[in-house]
Nanobody, 117 residues
Framework: QVQVVESGGGLVQVGGSLRLSCAFSGDTLRVYDVKWHRQAPGKERELVAHIPRAGNTNYSDSVKGRFTMSRDGSRSTVYLQMNSLKPEDTAKYYC???????????WGPGTQVTVSS
């Protein structure tokens, strides 16, 4: 089992910045990769950024160049630095931790980001 908790959301003006955190605990030795997703009202959940176990971090086209995902030295916290925020970034942001093996996916409860114009 892995417990996942996001934090750092809030209300920000267009062009502003926020840093989200995702802390996970439990059976962290099995963590394979970590993803940030978001879901706006009336829309499907979408993948925003992804740190694989090996390889480069990947970003969706909608956030590339504005968002940066990183992982701390303990490897049990990941961050999503969000700059140049736009109203279309308004959504609930979720952290997903995938473990292996067997494969399991663990989601946090999410943190709300609202960008006001």
């Amino acid at each position: 089992q892995v417990q996942v908790v996001e934090s750092g959301g809030g209300l920000v003006q267009v062009g502003g910045s926020l840093r989200l955190s995702c802390a996970f605990s439990g059976d962290t030795l099995r963590v394979y990769d970590v993803k940030w997703h978001r879901q706006a009202p009336g829309k499907e959940r979408e993948l925003v950024a992804h740190i694989p176990r090996a390889g480069n971090t990947n970003y969706s086209d909608s956030v590339k160049g504005r968002f940066t995902m990183s992982r701390d030295g303990s490897r049990s916290t990941v961050y999503l630095q969000m700059n140049s925020l736009k109203p279309e970034d308004t959504a609930k942001y979720y952290c997903r931790v995938d473990t292996c093996c067997p494969w399991n996916a663990y989601w946090g409860p999410g943190t709300q980001v609202t960008v006001s114009s």
